[in-house]
């Protein structure tokens, strides 16, 4: 089952007044179906059919998940610890990317001047469903989560490196694209992960690779800190890691998700 939140076009701002659309301003929750989008009540909990159905060419993919926040894994891949120089790490190493950071599906990401490089970091996500903290050992989380999702950890490597604390290079506006929807069945251990730019493949990656599992990434985080619905956790990215340029297209494909798709653009200073 997919679920995405969605404008229906007719209310998205190319055809709406500004005072038109405060009147239309709420994201609506759906499921995928063939070509169609059919309305539910909520993105959490068993799914409550309104009735209204729209066809995918008439609605706009938002951001499927609205995050309290993003918990990203580091080096989860032995190759891309080593492709950066890094040592694989004994335990997770987890870091935060703020909710303002967060796009949909073909926003653009934007590249601040103060940057000399902005990597993409094509990664398999997980949302998070029901409220999880703590959970006992050998517990099983797939009741907590609500599926999963694509999402590029967009980065500022040069601030990143410079700054030691990862906070600055992996948090500018529109460095966290995810979606383009959530997939509810349960697809971890097939799961592959590629990296499109412009057409070319830059990352590949399969997710039985991870040195931590995604089980063993929830089960650490959630010893830290409350994990809420609609939280995502970026499982880490495969090697091939690379810089990005305005006028770039950079896809994040998961086999049984979809692809997340994002023009790259400078940003207004
Ligand atoms: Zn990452």
Redesign the pocket.
């Known amino acids: 089952m997919k679920l995405c939140r969605f404008q229906p076009l007719e209310f998205s701002s190319a055809n709406l007044s500004r005072s038109e659309k405060k009147s239309h301003p709420e994201a609506r929750a759906g499921v995928i179906e063939g070509g169609e989008v059919r309305e539910i009540k909520s993105l959490f909990g068993v799914p409550e059919f309104t009735g209204s159905d729209w066809p995918l060419a008439e609605i706009r993919l938002l951001v499927p998940a609205m995050p309290s926040k993003i918990v ?1 894994v ?1 080096r989860n891949y032995a190759e891309h610890a080593a492709e950066l120089g890094n040592e694989v790490p004994k335990e997770p190493l987890i870091f935060l990317k703020p909710p303002s950071s967060v796009i949909g599906p073909d926003e653009p990401i934007l590249i601040p001047s103060i940057s000399q490089r902005v990597d993409y ?1 094509g ?1 398999f996500a997980i949302v998070i469903g029901e409220t999880c903290y703590r959970p006992a050992a050998g517990e099983d989380l797939r009741r907590y989560i609500l599926g999963y999702t694509c999402l590029n ?1 967009v ?1 500022a490597r040069d601030l990143q490196i410079r700054d030691v604390q990862f906070t600055r290079g992996k948090s500018f506006d529109t460095f966290c694209p995810i979606g383009p929807f959530i997939e509810a069945e349960w697809i971890v251990a097939s799961a592959t992960v590629e990296t499109h730019v412009n057409g070319q493949r830059k990352q590949f990656g399969h997710t039985s690779q991870m040195l931590f599992s995604t089980d063993a990434i929830i089960h650490w985080i959630a010893q830290v800190m409350t994990l809420l619905p609609g939280d995502v956790i ?1 499982t ?2 495969p090697p091939g890691v690379g810089a990005l340029a305005a006028g770039d297209t950079v896809e994040v494909s998961v086999s049984g998700i979809g692809t997340l798709r994002n023009p790259v653009a400078a940003r207004e200073e």
Do not use: L
Request: net charge negative; proline share 0%; with cysteine.
């Open positions: 990203c580091g970091e990664e950890d980065t970026a880490g990215t």
